[in-house]
């Protein structure tokens, strides 16, 4: 089963190409407190349909490149101008 991932489109500046921001909140192990994490995917855009401040759901997929192993399925929401 391949992991589906919904992230924020930080940079769409290259072709066929966007970096996706996953962000998360966790517990700290040791100490409790509610730490902010995020995680930064590299994403293979086929028709360059996201822009940058998008919001997008990607899976994931065979390596692309050396930093793409992600594809985009669909835009959810798009950036307001």
Partial sequence: MRKKLTGLVTSDKMNKSLRVEIKRLYRHARYGKIVRD????????????????????????????????????????????
């Fill in 38 to 81: 995020k995680t930064v995917c590299h994403v293979h855009d086929e028709a360059n349909a996201a822009r940058e401040g998008d919001v997008v759901e990607i899976i994931e997929s065979r390596p692309r490149s050396k930093m793409k192993r992600w594809e985009l399925i669909r835009v959810v929401k798009t950036a307001e101008d």
